[in-house]
């Protein structure tokens, strides 16, 4: 960290209010640095923090953004628990994971605050740009939980600027609830350094389908805020940026899927609300049709799932998005379409559960039941894209397995993709993404819908309307001819049959990556959005001379070759996830009562490799630092 003192004075000082005195200006220059900016629901902190993430990328620094979100969908105003906003990780290099504890904070009041120091969210000596309206509240008890909360921050060593956020924006603006987010990005592009021409081609971007008197109004705001701070806040910070040598898109994981399913060729989206795979379905809602692709909504997840199975069957490959509960009221659609062996890609971003759970939380805990849920023994493929850019590939990758081996593919994300912001390289279409023209020629005489490979148990698909090609669909026991068959040999066939398709595609996968050194005392194993804090964890212990590695899994079911052989170049094994283990240390767990996590259970089942886990179920991303300390625990140190 390095510091330089301009000759600007500016009148902030930690504990009172911004104006009251003046001091020099300084600019630090950091590597990296997290920022918040929270508020009620309604009062745009959000929008203020993926503007200004897509600002930060602009300027080609690293970026991965964390919405803050409540649990009830419009929580009470000026309450703990009703945090929303936005989590924005700005850093000189590529950002891997929203990171660790927060530097910096803009809160528009302070209960919402307060909601995230309870949380252990921020770092001790954060720095605070607090609102400053509720200190002179007519409600004498508003001014009271004010003051008091002021006073606790203060006292708990947070460095805390006052700031008249009502007061400027009403100057501007009549309806300054509306305006603050604006006026917020405005002080916070001063802080960080970010050129204001930038900020207003953002402001431009995101109300684009508005009057062009509202982006002017927000332009306004923005400046205002960029020039209070420039005469009242007394540091800055410099995060030196490397823009990027190739074409880059900034986008969340929900977004990035959308766009896979548009790349991918896939052309019916069958899909009913829910949080929080909505947007996903929402984004291609506008854009799909502009490529000849179409949204169906149905009036229920399991009709959702029904619509694209008729579609698949039809001689398309259609994708359903949904999250767990939907899930779980799929699976018996999508027990049919594996006995019936049609195409279909399904989406889960998968939250807290069970049941309603955490509506809005990130977690893990959809693996096992996606591989073994269904009644009866229905084989199908689960991946789990890593990255906000793994989201796009994964989907284009799905289309081709599904359409390959006439099967269903999973693809488990996670509320933590699903809302992260992350900058890669703008995606290059190429033709192989497409699936080939359907094949409507005739069938050849002698054929049969279900003639199984005897080696991949892959059979011809046969799209309705082919000559040669009418046959009865089950999802009832059937022989090759698709005839209903209750015959004990039959069925054994058919369930063989389904299950080499699994043992077919596994043949095709490549060894899975390690991160670090081929063998050490410590393998750390992941899977899903947990991949950019486990490395960063991994990569810190390595340059401290630990000998740990780590693998990340994107193929759950087929798993990929070579893993055993990894595990064993290793002393210990372990698993980090977001799903629920027994801790080892409860007075009633032993070897013999231990819950293990999910993919530490397929592990040890599979492989008979003894796996430990440590898992955390807090609704929020797991950090790095955390990660870090479960780590030297395993290593005795």
């Excluded at 309603?356 to 893990?364: A, F, I, R, Y």
Aim: one cysteine or more; hydrophobic letters at 40%.
């Amino acid at each position: 960290m390095t510091t330089t003192t301009a000759t600007r004075k500016a009148g902030a000082s930690a504990g009172k209010s911004a104006g009251a005195k003046a001091r020099t200006k300084t600019c630090v220059t950091l590597k990296e640095h997290i920022v918040e900016i929270i508020s009620d629901s309604g009062e745009g902190a959000q929008r203020c923090g993926q503007s200004l993430g897509s600002i930060a990328a602009r300027m080609g620094n690293g970026i991965w953004t964390t919405e803050i979100i409540p649990a009830e969908i419009r929580p009470p105003a000026r309450s703990v628990a009703g945090a929303s906003g936005n989590r924005i990780r700005i850093g000189s290099g590529y950002v891997t994971n929203g990171g660790d504890e927060t530097d910096l904070v803009v809160a528009f009041n302070e209960q919402v605050l307060l909601g995230r120091v309870n949380a252990r969210e921020l770092k001790p000596g954060c720095i605070i740009l607090l609102e400053n309206m509720w200190r002179t509240h007519s409600d004498p008890n508003i001014v009271k939980s004010y003051t008091s909360a002021y006073d606790r921050l203060v006292k708990a060593g947070y460095k805390v600027y006052e700031i008249p956020m009502e007061e400027e924006c009403l100057k501007l603006t009549a309806n300054a609830r509306r305006g603050k987010n604006m006026f917020a990005l405005g002080i916070l592009c001063h802080i960080y350094s970010f050129d204001l021409q930038a900020g207003r081609e953002q402001i431009a971007l995101t109300f684009g389908k508005k009057e062009k008197s509202v982006i002017d109004a927000n332009v306004m705001l923005l400046e205002a805020g960029h020039k209070w701070a420039q005469a009242n806040i007394d540091f800055s910070f410099h995060i030196p940026a490397t823009p990027a040598d190739k074409p880059q898109i900034s986008i969340n994981g929900n977004t990035s899927l959308a766009l896979g399913v548009m790349a991918s060729g896939m052309d019916i989206c069958a899909m009913y609300p829910i949080t929080p795979a909505t947007s996903a379905s929402h984004y291609l809602s506008e854009a799909f049709e502009k490529v000849g692709g179409i949204v169906h909504q149905a009036e229920d997840e399991i009709a959702a799932c029904a619509f694209a199975i008729g579609a698949s069957y039809a001689g398309k490959c259609t994708v359903t998005i949904t999250s767990g509960p939907g899930y779980s009221l799929k699976q018996e659609a999508i027990g049919l379409a594996v006995m019936a062996e049609i195409p279909l890609v399904v989406v889960n971003v998968q939250r807290g559960g069970p049941s309603t759970g955490q509506p809005t939380k990130v977690e893990q805990g959809d693996l096992l039941t996606t591989i073994f849920g269904s009644h009866g023994d229905a084989p199908k493929v689960v991946m789990a894209p890593a990255t906000i850019e793994d989201c796009f590939y994964s989907v284009i990758t799905a289309r081709r397995i599904a359409e390959t081996f006439n099967t269903v593919v999973v693809i488990l994300s996670d509320a933590s993709l699903s809302s992260s912001q992350q900058p890669f390289d703008r995606p290059q279409f190429q033709e192989s993404w497409l699936a080939p023209p359907v094949d409507q020629s005739p069938v050849p005489e002698g054929a049969k819908p279900y003639d199984w490979d005897p080696v991949t148990g892959i059979a011809r698909r046969f799209i309705p309307g082919q000559p040669g090609g009418m046959h009865t669909v089950t999802g009832l026991a059937h022989d090759r001819d698709s005839h209903v068959a209750y015959d004990p040999d039959i069925n054994q066939e058919g369930l063989r049959m389904r299950s080499l398709k699994l043992a077919a595609l596994q043949k095709t996968l490549l060894p899975p990556d390690v991160f670090g050194a081929e063998k050490g005392d410590l393998l750390v194993i992941g899977w899903g959005s947990t991949k950019g804090a486990i490395e960063e964890a991994v990569t810190g212990l390595r340059a401290e001379g630990k000998k740990v590695s780590s693998v990340h899994l994107r193929f759950l079911q087929p798993m990929q070759p070579g893993i055993k052989d990894i595990m064993k170049r290793f002393r210990k094994v372990m698993t980090i996830e977001t799903n629920w283990s027994d801790r080892p240390d409860d007075e009633l767990i032993d070897e013999d009562s231990r819950r293990y996590s999910s993919l530490a259970t397929l592990l040890r089942a599979r492989y008979l490799v003894d796996v430990d886990c440590w898992t955390e179920v807090r609704g929020q991303p797991v950090k790095p630092r955390t990660i870090r300390q479960v780590l030297l625990a395993k290593l005795g140190q």
